[in-house]
Nanobody, 120 residues
Framework: QVQLVESGGGLVQAGGSLRLSCAVS????????MGWYRQSPGKQRELVVL???????KYGDSVKGRFTISSDNAKNTVYLQMNSLKPEDTGVYYC??????????????WGQGTQVTVSP
């Protein structure tokens, strides 16, 4: 069973930075895509960034130039570096991955979410 565990959320002042981590464990043959989504109070879950193994990366318009996704394959961990944070970045951030577990098994996985709060 694949599990995604996020960490790194917290409270930060506007203009500050945070780095989120998402560690994946379990039976993994390959990862087709990895990304981050967020859900702010009263809003639908929205894309922050989605990166495909083929090299395509898409950032949400509101975070372009401020957020960066990266990964450490040796640690099976994906990161989200968030700079120049704004109060409107407040929300629960979710890690998402498409995992090939066996030759015949592929599934979409989500982490439990980590809270990010940006104060004015």
């Amino acid at each position: 069973q694949v599990q995604l565990v996020e960490s790194g959320g917290g409270l930060v002042q506007a203009g500050g930075s945070l780095r989120l981590s998402c560690a994946v464990s379990g039976n993994i043959v390959s990862i087709s895509y990895m990304g981050w989504y967020r859900q702010s109070p009263g809003k639908q879950r929205e894309l922050v960034v989605l990166s495909h193994s083929g090299g395509t990366t898409k950032y949400g318009d509101s975070v372009k130039g401020r957020f960066t996704i990266s990964s450490d394959n040796a640690k099976n961990t994906v990161y989200l570096q968030m700079n120049s944070l704004k109060p409107e970045d407040t929300g629960v951030y979710y890690c998402n991955m498409g995992v090939q577990e066996t030759m015949f098994s592929f599934d979409d996985y989500w982490g439990q979410g980590t809270q990010v709060t940006v104060s004015p």
